[in-house]
Structure formats: C-alpha cells, structure tokens
C-alpha cells in the first residue's frame, strides 16, 4: 500500500519536472488533496509566486473564481478534459487577472486517478481589448443611430455631371449603401416621389446654370419603403478659372423637424380658433381642475389667472356643484357630453347665467385620461327670448280667446237673425231693406271668416312652439 502511494508521488514529480522543461505555458500539477506538486516559471512569472512557496500549497492560494467553490479539476461530475475555460486568479500583488485554462487527470498505469495537470494563460489584455472594441462598436452604432447627415460629390467637367459618390453615411438616411448608389446613378433620382421630382432634377440643372441655389427640401423613398424629408443643401468648388469643378452635397434628415413644425403650424392655427370662438373653452385635467382657458372664458365670466388650478365645479357655485362633479365623472367614462343646461355665475357673483355645457375626453397615446376638453355656451339671451317667447303666446291665446268668445259668438247671433228677416219671417220686406241685410250679412260671415283664420293661427303657433321646445 505504502509502496503503491511512493509510486504514485514519484509518477507525479516526474510529472512535474517534465512540464518545468518542456512546457511553454504556466503548467502546475496537483495531488487529489489539491495540494501543488509541481509549478513552472511561466505559473510563477504570472502569478508572481515562486514554486518554493506553491508546492506544498493548496491551489486555492491563487485560484479564484469558480475554482474557490467548485473544483473543475477533481469533479467527477465536470467533463474531462477541460479545454479552454474562463477562470479567474489573484496575483501575489493582488491583481485580479483573467485566464483560460485546460485541465486533466494524471493517471497511473493501471489508471487510477493520482491528481491533475493544469495549464492556463493570462487573457486579461486581451479580454480588455475585446470589451473595449466592444465599447467602441456601440459608441459607433450610438453615434451612427443618431446621425442624419450625409455627404455626397457631383464632379463636373465642361459644364455638366460626370460622376457622383456618396459617402458611407449614405446608408443612414436612405438605406442604401454606397455601393448600391455607385451602380445605379439614378437612383437618388429615382428615391424622390414623382411630386416632387421636377422641382430637385430643376433645382440639380440650377446649380451648373445660376451656380447660386439655395436648400432644397424634398422627400425621399427609403430603401424600407419609408418616406423621409431632407435638406439638400450644396456647397460649390472652382478652380482658378473660376470654373465649377465638383460640389458638395449636405442632405439631412429633417423628418422630425417637418414634423414639428407642422405640428406647431396646426397648434397656432387650432390655438388661433379656439380663441377667436365666442364660447368659452376650457381645458381640465382628469381631475377636473382648470389648466388652460381661452379668451372668451375671462370675458363671459371674468375669470383670470386665478381659475388655474380650481376645480370646475367650484366655479359654478354650490347649486351646481355636485352635478358638475357627477357629469364630469360620465364624461371619464363615456368620453363625451352632449347639451347639458344649467347655470353658472361669473367672478362677481352678482348675477347666474343660463349656460349650455359640452364636454370631450382626450386619451394619451397608452389610452389614458389626458385631459377633458369643456365648451361652455352662455344662453341667457336665448332662454330670455324663450320666456318673452311664452308671454307673447300667452298674450295671443288670451286674445284668441275673448276673439272666439266675445265676437265669433255675438256674430252667430247676428248672422241668424238677418237670415230670418231675409226669409220673411219678421213680416215682408221691400228691395232696399233686402239690399241692405244681405250687406249685413256678407260683413258678418267675412268677419267670422276672419275670426276663424285669426283663431288657425293660435293653434299653428302652438304647435311650432311645442316643436322648438
């Protein structure tokens, strides 16, 4: 037994002692307790400890991670050999440094396990290097994302174009590589929508004519099917002859400027409206607190600066104030309110108005409550007029009444009894006394026919009032 462990420790010295003399790489060997039996100058040169202070050692002196918790070498459960493994290890110095190792066994001849054989190199440089390349690629695809400019060269000889290169950026803006603009020389040409197309191949022929040619702002056609606006703006060289010789083309990418340009055109344009309608509009937030008003709102109510903020429904007073609230609430829910009529005093309280009240629901782009758009329309005058309204109607039922009741009746009485002296009834009657009743008469039923269109009338107003109503 003792014979078979001095074999053993013999086969790993000289295990040992041929990897100090033949081995390139930092090499070690190991029993199976993890104790070093064997270090080579390349180890020491790396790790900074000398083999007289390794062997005898536990490995763990240097190693680090994942050696620390879980030995690859000695596993039984790691794969064998280990072929190029990213490790970690502490210098004598204290240096972390990161390495790539390969292990195995060290068997003896029946091939029993005696311990292991490690060797490893210092990638640290290396790994640095890599992220650092890493970095830079990143920062360069940063910088590139972000770039919307690109230059591209129109050579001229004798006047007119002979060559054109686009610079690398190319692909930026329009997705298509130099390479691809360098086989098709049409193909700036053919990116530009048909609408716009004249006016940059006029703008292209102005700069060898007028050789003073302002920006041009057109749109493109991306290779990805995206419509993108640019700025083309040039840059011309002479030579001592003052002759055009080349120039330059600058093009960005002024999509998001369009964008917000036009945006902010429609925002003047909606801001001009909403302040040159009659009606008050206000915009609330979610919570029913003012934000903005336009001018119509101060002038029909009074109101300032010092409604910013203050919940609407304190600004219809106490008699209205909870169902300001409620419909407010409808109006989260529903998204709209239509023609709601109620009143409202102004700033100085002195007197309420009739006020007909409307309201919208604006969602954000995740489809939450953004703000509620309130129209509130003073109906005074219309619901003043709508009270005069119904005191001229009662004034006309009134008269329609003593019409039918004091006159058509009395008229029916008259009526029959010139008939019944026209019929000779009350005695003969000569020719002139005849003449004279069936004037009468003819008066009588012309105003009873009056009375009955005045009485037509009555009802026809009734009826359209009932209607407006």
């Known amino acids: ?123 640290t440089e290396q790994k640095e290097a890599q992220e650092s390349l890493r970095e830079s690629e990143e920062r360069c695809r940063n910088i590139v994302s972000v770039v919307t400019d690109y230059v591209y060269t129109v050579f001229i000889k004798k006047g007119s174009p002979v060559r054109t290169v686009h610079n690398s950026a190319c692909v930026v803006v329009t997705g298509y590589t130099e390479e691809e603009f360098s086989k098709d020389p049409y193909l700036w040409l053919d990116m530009v929508p ?10 292209s022929a102005g700069i060898l004519k007028d050789r003073k040619i302002m920006p041009l702002e057109h749109r493109i056609i991306r290779k990805d099917g995206q419509v993108r606006w640019t700025a083309n703006t040039p840059i011309l060289q002479y030579d001592d002859n003052e002759e055009l010789i080349f120039y330059y083309g600058v093009i960005k990418d002024i999509t998001e400027y369009k964008a917000a340009h036009e945006e902010a055109a429609r925002a003047g344009a909606l801001s001009a409206i909403i302040e040159g309608v009659p009606d008050a509009i206000l915009v609330l937030k979610p919570d029913g607190s003012v934000d903005k008003f336009n001018k ?68 954000d782009a995740s489809g939450d409550p953004a703000n509620i758009i309130l129209t509130i329309t003073d109906i005074t005058q219309y619901k003043e007029m709508e009270r005069e309204l119904v005191r001229a109607l009662k004034v006309k039922s009134d008269f329609s009444a003593m019409i039918s009741h004091e006159v058509r009746t009395p008229l029916g009485a008259i009526k029959e009894g010139i008939c019944l002296v026209l019929e000779g009834i009350a005695g003969d009657i000569n020719n002139k006394q005849r003449e004279l009743l069936n004037i009468a008469k003819n008066n009588v039923e012309r105003l009873s026919r009056l009375i009955s269109q005045v009485l037509d009338l009555k009802k026809t107003g009734i009826v359209r009032h009932e209607i407006q109503s």
């Open 194 to 203: 048909e609408e716009d197309r004249l006016k940059v191949a006029e703008w």
């Open 296 to 363: 119509a709102f101060t002038n029909n109510f009074g109101y300032g600066d010092e409604a910013i903020g203050r919940h609407i429904a304190d600004l219809f007073g106490d008699i209205n104030a909870r169902m300001v609230r409620e419909k407010l609430e409808e109006c989260l829910k529903a998204g709209t309110l239509k023609n709601i009529e109620t009143s409202m005093s102004g700033k100085d309280k002195c007197c309420r108005m009739a006020v007909l009240v409307n309201a919208n629901l604006l969602k």
């Open 1 to 123: 037994m003792w014979e078979g462990c001095r074999m053993g420790q013999d086969r790993l010295n000289e295990y040992s002692d041929l990897i100090n003399k033949i081995s390139i790489s930092a090499t070690f060997t190991v029993d199976k307790q993890r104790v070093v039996t064997g270090w080579n100058d390349m180890a020491a040169q790396l790790t900074g400890y000398g083999s007289d202070e390794m062997i005898g050692k536990e490995c763990t002196l240097f190693a680090d991670h994942p050696c620390l918790d879980k030995c690859g070498l000695l596993s039984e459960d790691v794969p064998k050999p280990i072929i190029g493994r990213e490790c970690t290890i502490i210098r004598k110095d204290g240096k972390k440094r990161i390495i790539r190792k390969n292990a195995d066994y060290i068997r003896d001849a029946s091939g029993n396990i005696l311990g292991g054989i490690e060797s490893f190199e210092d990638t």
